[in-house]
């Protein structure tokens, strides 16, 4: 796990996420720990993509069953 300094953070935006974490019975750390994991996940869009890319490497997904099965018997 990575360390993070945060210099001149805003005492008022800091204040407010100090209330939440303490609503949500939570530290300040925790919050700030979930915010990030929060922001920092991939986008619907981004994981589309790499669905996409992945799906793009492996034989076609639309293959008709019933030639392959006619090709069989014709060897």
Do not use: W
Request: net charge positive.
């Amino acid at each position: 796990m990575a360390n993070v300094l945060i210099r001149n953070a805003d005492d008022e935006a800091l204040a407010r996420l100090k209330e939440r974490a303490a609503r949500q019975k939570k530290s300040l750390e925790q919050e700030l720990r979930d915010l990030i994991k929060r922001e920092g996940a991939p986008s619907k869009a981004e994981v589309l993509e790499d669905l996409k890319r992945i799906r793009d490497m492996g034989p076609p997904a639309h293959i008709d069953a019933t030639q392959l099965i006619r090709e069989d018997r014709d060897r």
